[in-house]
Nanobody
């Protein structure tokens, strides 16, 4: 199993940019499908983006063209670059790592988007 730790959250103004990082400990990192999810107050957790072991990516329609997910297997890390942030992006962002039979979550990092 992997343990995940997110970093990089904090207050950002509308239209601003932010990059989240997630570092994993554990083995076989390169085979995991990695993902970013978010949960706003009073709402369900939702998918933001995923990247698989071949670095194929998938995005929620609401972030496509503004967010970029990437991974560096040499650093056991996954990143989420967020541009042109909107107030409705305010949420706790969670890192996820999954492989058959196993899913791990980070503790989350808060990203408020507000002026």
């Amino acid at each position: 199993q992997v343990q995940l730790v997110e970093s990089g959250g904090g207050l950002v103004q509308p239209g601003g940019s932010m990059t989240l990082s997630c570092k994993a400990s554990g083995t076989l990192f390169s085979i995991y499908v990695l993902g970013w999810y978010r949960q706003a107050p009073g709402k369900q957790r939702e998918l933001v983006a995923t990247i698989n072991s071949s670095k194929s990516v998938n995005y929620a329609a609401s972030v496509k063209g503004r967010f970029i997910v990437s991974r560096d297997n040499t650093l056991n890390s996954v990143y989420l670059q967020m541009d042109n942030l909107k107030p409705d992006a305010s949420a706790v962002y969670y890192c996820n790592a999954a492989r058959p039979g196993l899913t791990s979550w980070g503790q989350g990092t808060q990203v408020p988007v507000s002026s």
